[in-house]
């Protein structure tokens, strides 16, 4: 685990566990859910909305990320840089169209 991330309600040995951690996630359920309320976007936001918002995030960033480091590996790098991340995203039909 990263530590303490986001809201947690207590468990059993009294230790906070994020949402992110209940929610199985890396990206921080928290920090959406934060950014969601400031952001204007509705007057109320459910308690489901941010965690689905992480898990999709996070599945296009791992997404891209696979791409990219396919890309690196073509050009025998070992570290992806952002023209590896811009020629997985162009050579992608999907990710190209979107």
């Known amino acids: 685990g990263k530590g303490k991330r986001g809201k947690g309600g207590k468990g059993k040995s009294g230790k906070q566990v994020s949402r992110s951690q209940k929610a ?11 950014y969601l309320k400031k952001g204007g976007y509705a007057k109320r936001v459910g308690g489901a909305a941010p965690v689905y918002m992480a ?8 997404e891209v990320l696979e791409l990219a ?10 570290r992806i840089n952002p023209r590896h991340i811009q020629l997985a995203v162009r050579n992608d039909d999907e990710f190209n169209q979107f």
């Open 24 to 34: 199985g996630l890396q990206f921080p359920v928290g920090r959406l859910s934060r």
């Open 55 to 62: 898990a999709v995030l996070e599945y296009l960033t791992a």
């Open 69 to 78: 480091g396919n890309a690196a590996k073509d050009n025998k790098k070992m």
